[in-house]
Structures are given as structure tokens and as C-alpha cells.
């Protein structure tokens, strides 16, 4: 592997690591009476941020590297579920996370603008929902690299 | 008060992200049943997941574009976006239950 490719890999893992901590702080926070829109926008934003620097290092990392590389390893290896189902979930699944936290993000500032009860808790379902979306790709994650 | 700019375009990315969810819960069953399809994913994006991530955004943008043009005359109240986040994530959620369904299936079925 290069060092362009390492560092690309983990780019693509601690940013999505600390994306899907964002995800927990807004899930935990929008649980408050009154919550700080001003603090929870702005993690909202970076969290949408994160996840779509995430994206952008994992496609250069898989298009050029895992599919030659890593993918006929895990085939052939002891644990082929690694590749043909939590791979192939984990890669797909993703896709919906960069829109919908970047529509969080969006919420989040409507309420910092104008608070209101029945958007909060819409936007603290949307949070979990993408927390739990993220924590699955990341654990997915760990399976597929303990398949190799 | 005017509305910010995010009353204005949230409600366009609600929708285009709720829409978005759905396309990609069809669209990746569909690409992996329909070689044909995949095959010209890969031919045009270089790699089929590529082509995927690249027509969600492509589908992702042009709707938010759209729903933007068409409601910017209209006042969102905010409990009406939260219905419409509510569904975002309702959608969201099954679109990601759809999918892992589908490979779940695809793997050990």
C-alpha cells in the first residue's frame, strides 16, 4: 500500500469515527429541554462535513486498492462473509449517511433560528437513526478488516 | 422576521434527502439484479459503486434544486418541517433496513 493510500484509509476511518461521535453528542444533546442550537448546528455541520470527507477517502481507497488487493484475500480466507455480506452492506448502506446528516445539519440551524418542539424531536430521531446507520458501517468496518 | 436562509431551502433538502434514500434503496437492488445496468455503471463511473454514489448525488442536487425553485414562495411553519424530517427519517431508516435486507439475503439465502 502507499503512503498516499494509507493515509487516504485513515482519513476515511477517523473521520467517520469521530462523525459518528458527533452523531451520539446531537442524539444525547437533542434530549434536553433546551437544548444550544448554536453548538449543535455547528456539530451538525461538521459532522456532515466529516462524512463526506469520509466518502470522498474511502471511494479513492476502494476503487483503486481494496477490490485487487484486499476483496480475493478475504474470499479466500476463513471468513468470506467479510467481503459478500458486510462489505458489500457497509459500502452500500453508507450512501444514505452523506444526505441524511447533511439534512440534519440543515434542521439544526432552522432551530437555532427558530426553535420549535415537534422539529427538535424529528431531528433527534434523524440523529439516531443515522447514529445507528453509522455505528453498523463502522463495526462492519472492523469485521472486514479481521477477515483479511 | 424573514425566514433564514435554511427555512428556505430546508424544507427542498428534507425532501430531496427522503427521495434520495428511497432512489438508492431501489436503485442498488436494481443494479446488482440487472447486469446489464452494472455494466454500464462501471463502464461510465469506472467502478458500479462510484456510478451509484455519483447518481445519488446527481439526484440528490437536481431535486433540492427543483423544490427549492418551486416552494421559494412558500412559508414552511416549522412544525410542518418536522413532519417532513419525521418522514425523512422514517424513509431513511427503511431504506437502510431495505438494503442490508437485500444483502443479508444475497449472502446467506
Redesign the interface.
Known amino acids: 500500500m502507499t503512503p498516499l493510500l494509507a493515509t487516504l484509509l485513515i482519513t476515511h476511518v477517523i473521520a467517520g469515527i469521530i462523525a459518528i461521535s458527533m452523531l451520539y453528542v446531537l442524539s444525547i444533546h437533542l434530549l434536553k429541554r433546551t437544548p444550544n442550537f448554536v453548538f449543535l448546528s455547528r456539530i451538525g455541520w461538521t459532522a456532515a462535513l466529516l462524512f463526506w470527507l469520509s466518502?470522498a477517502t474511502s471511494?479513492y481507497y476502494?476503487?483503486t486498492y481494496y477490490?485487487k488487493a484486499v476483496k480475493p484475500r478475504i474470499l479466500e480466507g476463513t471468513y468470506p462473509?467479510g467481503h459478500?455480506?458486510f462489505m458489500?452492506?457497509k459500502?452500500?448502506?453508507f450512501?444514505?449517511l452523506p444526505?441524511?446528516v447533511?439534512?440534519l445539519a440543515?434542521?439544526l440551524?432552522?432551530l437555532r433560528?427558530?426553535p420549535?418542539e415537534?422539529?427538535?424531536?424529528?431531528?433527534q430521531?434523524?440523529a439516531f437513526?443515522?447514529l445507528?446507520?453509522g455505528t453498523?458501517t463502522a463495526a462492519a468496518g472492523i469485521i472486514v478488516s479481521g477477515s483479511v | 422576521m424573514q425566514p433564514?436562509f435554511?427555512?428556505k431551502?430546508?424544507p427542498a433538502?428534507?425532501s430531496?434527502?427522503l427521495l434520495?434514500?428511497v432512489f438508492?434503496a431501489g436503485l442498488?437492488p436494481y443494479a446488482e439484479e440487472t447486469p446489464l445496468f452494472k455494466n454500464w455503471l462501471k463502464a461510465t463511473f469506472?467502478?458500479h459503486?462510484?456510478g451509484?454514489?455519483a447518481l445519488?448525488l446527481l439526484v440528490?442536487f437536481f431535486l433540492s434544486i427543483i423544490f427549492s425553485a418551486l416552494w421559494r414562495n412558500k412559508k414552511w411553519e416549522?412544525?410542518a418541517?418536522?413532519?417532513?424530517?419525521?418522514a425523512?427519517?422514517l424513509l431513511?431508516?427503511l431504506?437502510?433496513l431495505t438494503?442490508?435486507g437485500y444483502?443479508?439475503q444475497?449472502?446467506?439465502l
Open positions: 466518502w471511494a476502494y476503487v477490490g462473509a459478500i455480506f458489500e452492506a459500502e452500500h448502506v450512501l444514505v444526505f441524511a447533511l439534512s440543515v434542521a440551524s432552522m433560528r427558530t420549535d415537534k422539529l427538535k424531536r424529528a431531528a430521531m434523524l437513526v443515522c445507528v446507520i453498523f | 433564514s435554511f427555512q431551502i430546508g433538502v428534507h430531496a434527502a434520495t434514500a438508492l442498488i469506472t467502478h459503486w462510484l451509484k454514489g445519488a440528490f416549522p412544525r418541517i418536522g413532519r417532513l424530517v419525521a425523512e427519517t431513511v431508516g431504506s437502510a438494503l442490508l444483502f443479508f444475497h449472502a446467506f
